[in-house]
């Protein structure tokens, strides 16, 4: 079973290995990740950035479902600094991250989303809490248990986007 260890957010990193650290969990309402699955928003926006070594976030769906549901794969974080290339406008908020909307104020990192797959089974809260050792539901960014990752194979769960640069290309 993991250790409480093995859930230490961005903020604390000692004691991560390389395997937890390209996985990662994030909080999502459903209906923003409908959007991501969609392909209405191809980028995710956060206020900090997430570590270079993460290759894919796991998303948490809140409550009522509270469950993992869906992993997407994404590229390193774009910034908006006054030398950086602006982001496609091909998604919901790229335009509003590029013109620095107020409603985006502080929203300083876009990741792509390069797939989309959807967890054959979600992975609900009890079960996290019983077979990882989580002790509450994700809030913020957390590492994902390598057990769990060992456990739900990315290339066994079912792909629904891939590549979301190539169909606006």
Sequence with gaps: MA???????????????KETSE?????????????????????EFRKYRISFT???IWFYLNAPHSAIAYICEIDPA?????????LPEDGLRNR???????????YDYAYRV?????LNAPLSLRAMKELYGMK???RGLVYAPPDMVKDIP????????KNFMQLYS
């Design 23 to 43: 996985d990662a969990i994030l909080a999502m309402t459903n209906d923003y990740m409908q959007q991501i699955v969609r392909r209405e928003k191809t980028y």
């Design 114 to 118: 390069k797939s989309v797959r959807k």
């Design 154 to 161: 990315l290339d066994q769960q079912l792909l629904l986007n």
């Design 136 to 138: 509450i539901a994700p």
């Design 3 to 17: 250790s409480s260890a093995d859930f230490i957010s961005t903020s604390s990193r000692e004691g991560q290995s």
């Design 54 to 56: 993460v290759e894919r």
């Design 96 to 106: 509003e991250f590029n013109t620095r909307h107020e409603d985006w104020d502080r």
């Design 78 to 86: 774009r910034t908006r600094n006054p030398d950086d290339d602006p």
